[in-house]
């Protein structure tokens, strides 16, 4: 049974960095490309950043690039997402997720249940 699970959100202050990781479990991911994706209430799931199985492409939002970096060390089978210069607006449930194979741009087939991250003004 796969299981993805999320760690290190938190409330911080505009301005302020998190880590967050995601440990996979179940799964070969490091054959896999994972990924993380955000969702804020009422909002729709957006894609944040992804990265290949080697670590070689590497695919980030437009919205957070030059503030957040995804990096992974397959012998953990952990992915991180290095948020700096955090805003309000980056406020939302992080999720990861594994890729059906080696394609930052997916699909996504496996998915954690999220951390939490609220950045205040």
């Known amino acids: 049974q796969v299981q993805l699970v999320e760690s290190g959100g938190g409330l911080v202050q505009a301005g302020g960095s998190l880590r967050l990781s995601c440990v996979a479990s179940g799964l070969p991911s490091s054959t896999h490309a994972m990924g993380w994706f955000r969702q804020a209430p009422g909002k729709e799931r957006e894609f944040v950043a992804a990265?290949?199985?080697?670590?070689?492409?590497?695919f980030v939002a437009d919205s957070v690039k030059g503030r957040f970096a995804i990096t992974r060390d397959n012998a953990k089978n952990t992915i991180y997402l290095q948020m700096s210069s955090l805003k309000p607006e980056d406020t939302a449930t992080y999720l990861c997720?594994?890729?059906?194979?080696?394609?930052?741009?997916?699909?996504?087939?496996?998915w954690g249940l999220g951390t939490q991250v609220t950045v205040s003004s």
């Open positions: 990265v290949t199985k080697s670590g070689g492409d590497i």
């Open positions: 997720a594994v890729a059906r194979g080696d394609y930052v741009l997916g699909p996504y087939d496996y």
